[in-house]
């Protein structure tokens, strides 16, 4: 099977991300560019005889690189070559687009281009001759329509016939005065043209040419070359584009008008986040009651009838009733959390609206010294820290980037949430209160963070604020799914790897040596109560807690599933129920029902219902906790969680983007902070609650 | 005058730019060059949202000083 490597090159919002979605399916990837934390996106295609690998070059203007991501898009095709670019242009915006055209043209490689949106377009009065087009260029110009994805199937077959018949563009030809210049430079044959214009602008050889331009044109070669760029482009616009004179009120402009207004703008945000988090919380909450119940009513018995049956041992039991499913099955019910929350946020950047939350809130934040820009990154932070700090890469300069890391972990995501409401619940009237307070606690820490790194640090001004506002548009569920797809697999990837890795071992430090009776004699427990006496002071002195806290440092939510680890293997005995496997089954699916008509209907309620209290039966690992800590120790505790960076996703991503002194630092700040404002809150809760 | 004094919902022209900064660059990428209508739509903060054929860009006051229009 033969491979093609296609990259995938256009402005930012043209739709490239859902083409690629709809061309690569399941089969689609997102990592990083080495070196920089730009996203990068990747998918494959079995077409035919070929294998076609397609990567997604981020987002740019031109081929003159300032920022980042815009370096990895101009190093990719001057380095690594692809063997077809497939240029994306937004057909509404055909003339700003077709400069980045000219500009991928001089790299002399295979190009199919696609004119996407060309139903918006069309709406528009804008009507594309694209024969024509292709006839001029030398490319094959293709329809599509990124949201449906349609026509962008037919792309595969052209790609591998141009591939085939090694189709090459048309020279481009610009005036005759800078054509003649740029063959002085040639001096091989097969030089591309933006090898040449290289040479011609940067090569000290060629010093004098650049003068005599100078003197011929009036101006600098620079110039000379951006107006003859933007002279072809508008050319090939005026040729192949007809424009029927006709005013249609655009969609975008009404909504904007009251999205967008001056007073009502902030409301009507504040409002939109509210629903967010609403629906994320309580649409999802009935189905993780749901797997609670199924892990526990239904697999664990059944595995443990399973095993019996095939005359497993005590210990190979233990390992799966404690290890496996204790603490992946845990894990596992945050599934519907982190897929609604990812649904939301993917719902708010594939309509538009959260670019339109930057420029909307620029106001306040640049008086905080932040670019409206960071807004984003943060509140993506909410969701989830990781992507979050991926996302500052939108940013331009190092300073804003530096500024929104060093926030971005005090937000807190929905790993924390799960710890706190477990909490919360447990431990106070209104738990939605404390909840609620840990957030602003979080965003406070993080303010004044930023305040102190800006007295000290980045004292440097703000940056020029530019950036482009997509129109509104309404994405299908099916791009959504795709898109939720990704990263919950990546999420279940992690509880399959790493929490069970990290489950296995602690159940194994818990039992070690061998023949242990009490976890207090383990391994774990040696451990817990030599760092003990750190957390002693926030009210901490339990060596349950502390032993728990050391798994969790690879994601929060561990801290949950370790505790019950812990705990569960201190009261091992259960009481044992008769099992049939379809009466069982019968109650699952029934309750699953129910699931979905309490999400549903949770949705329409006007109060959250996520953090309502239910009342649990007293095995369970509640009543045990609730036993053995007081409320201002589980106060210190949550706030510990929040503040200090206890996920090494966060840790290593940081790492990854601004290196390992700035991580390792900022890891020592959080520990600290977190240490100091949990001791506060435990003396302030003593106060509180001494009675 | 400069692209900055603009009220929202007039229409100008660029004529040139002024200023030695790479982000000048992008924005001519973006779409605001010379010859080209641009549309104010709204100013908010420190911040002009402009209408450029069928794309809306938002460029700060501080740059907008730097482009001339009519």
Not at chain 1, 469 to 475: A, N, Q, T, V, W
Not at chain 1, 611 to 632: M, T
Request: net charge positive; glycine share 6%; proline share 4%.
């Amino acid at each position: 099977m033969k491979s093609i490597r296609v990259a995938l090159a256009g402005n930012p919002n043209v739709g490239k991300t859902s083409i690629l979605n709809h061309l690569a399916g399941t089969s689609l990837k997102v990592g990083n560019w080495p070196g920089v934390t730009v996203e990068k996106r990747e998918g494959k295609v079995n077409f035919w005889d070929y294998e076609i690998n397609l990567v997604d070059l981020p987002g740019i203007y031109t081929l003159e690189p300032i920022s980042d991501d815009e370096w990895v898009a101009y190093n990719y095709l001057r380095n690594e070559k692809p063997d077809l670019i497939l240029n994306i242009i937004e057909t509404p915006n055909m003339e700003r687009d077709l400069l980045l055209t000219v500009e991928l043209l001089e790299q002399e490689l295979p190009m199919v281009l696609v004119l996407n949106m060309s139903d918006e377009a069309q709406k528009l009065g804008i009507d594309v001759k694209d024969k024509w087009l292709s006839e001029i260029l030398g490319v094959r110009v293709l329809r599509t329509n990124g949201r449906t994805g349609e026509g962008v199937k037919a792309l595969l077959p052209n790609i591998v016939e141009v591939f085939n018949l090694k189709e090459k563009p048309k020279p481009l030809k610009y005036s005759k005065e800078l054509e003649d210049f740029l063959e002085k430079v040639r001096e091989r044959e097969n030089e591309t043209k933006a090898e040449l214009i290289r040479k011609l602008l940067d090569d000290e050889r060629f010093k004098e040419y650049r003068e005599n331009i100078r003197k011929i044109f009036g101006k600098d070669v620079h110039e000379v070359i951006k107006d003859e760029r933007y002279a072809m482009a508008h050319g090939l616009y005026k040729e192949v584009v007809h424009r029927k004179l006709f005013t249609s009120r655009d969609i975008t402009d009404s909504i904007d008008k009251v999205l967008l207004h001056p007073f009502l703008g902030v409301p009507l945000f504040l409002f939109i986040m509210f629903l967010v988090f609403k629906i994320s919380f309580d649409f999802s909450s009935p189905f993780m009651d749901w797997i609670e119940g199924f892990i526990n009513g239904f697999i664990a018995p059944f595995a443990a009838e399973v095993l019996t049956y095939l005359g497993a041992g005590e210990l190979m039991k233990r390992v799966v009733s404690e290890a496996l499913i204790g603490g992946v099955g845990f894990v596992l019910t945050f599934v519907p959390l982190i897929a609604v929350i990812y649904f939301m946020l993917s719902l708010l950047e594939f309509s538009g609206y959260l670019p339109r939350i930057a420029f909307l809130m620029d106001r306040f934040m640049h008086r905080l010294g932040l670019h409206g820009k960071s807004l984003v990154p943060l509140l993506l932070g909410f969701g989830c820290n990781v992507p979050a700090i991926v996302a500052t890469r939108t940013l331009e300069t190092k300073r804003d980037k530096l500024l929104v890391i060093a926030m971005i972990p005090f937000m807190s995501c929905p790993a924390r949430l799960v710890v706190f409401s477990f909490f919360a619940v447990l431990f106070f009237k209104n738990p939605a209160i404390i909840i609620f307070s840990l957030y602003l606690l979080g965003i406070l820490v993080a303010l004044i963070t930023a305040l102190f790194l800006r007295k000290t640090a980045f004292k440097g001004g703000l940056y020029h604020f530019v950036m482009e506002l997509p129109p509104y548009r309404l994405p299908t569920l099916r791009l959504l799914f795709r898109v939720v797809w990704v990263y919950v697999k990546d999420f279940l990837y992690r509880a399959g790897t790493l929490i069970f890795a990290a489950s296995v071992v602690i159940w194994l430090l818990l039992n070690l040596p061998p023949g242990v009776k009490n976890p207090s004699e383990s391994i774990a427990g040696y451990i817990g109560r030599t760092i003990s006496p750190i957390f002693a002071p926030l009210g901490l002195d339990d060596w349950r807690m502390s032993t728990s806290l050391i798994p969790a440092f690879l994601a929060r939510e561990i801290v949950l599933s370790s505790m019950a680890t812990i705990y569960t293997a201190e009261a091992s005995q259960e009481t044992k129920e008769d099992f049939e496997l379809l009466k069982a089954l019968k109650e699952q699916v029934y309750a699953l029902g129910n699931a979905f008509k309490e999400a549903f209907l949770n949705v329409f309620k006007p109060v959250p219902t996520a953090f309502e209290v239910k009342e649990e039966d007293s095995q369970s690992l509640r009543s045990i906790v609730a036993k053995s800590l007081s409320p201002a120790s589980a106060l210190a505790f949550m706030v510990f969680l929040l503040l200090y960076t206890s996920c090494l996703g966060t840790v290593a991503t940081m790492w990854r983007e601004v290196g390992k002194g700035f991580a390792l630092l900022f890891f020592a700040y959080s520990l600290l902070i977190g240490w100091f404002l949990g001791f506060l809150a435990y003396r302030l809760g003593s106060l509180l609650w001494s009675t | 005058m400069k692209l900055e004094e603009v009220k929202p919902g007039q229409e100008v022209m660029i004529l040139s730019f002024s200023g030695k900064e790479d982000i000048l660059e992008k924005i001519q990428a973006m779409g605001l060059r010379k010859g080209r209508r641009v549309a104010l739509l709204q100013k908010l903060g420190r911040n002009l949202l402009l209408k450029v054929d069928n794309s809306r860009i938002v460029i700060s006051k501080e740059l907008a000083k730097n482009i001339e229009v009519q």
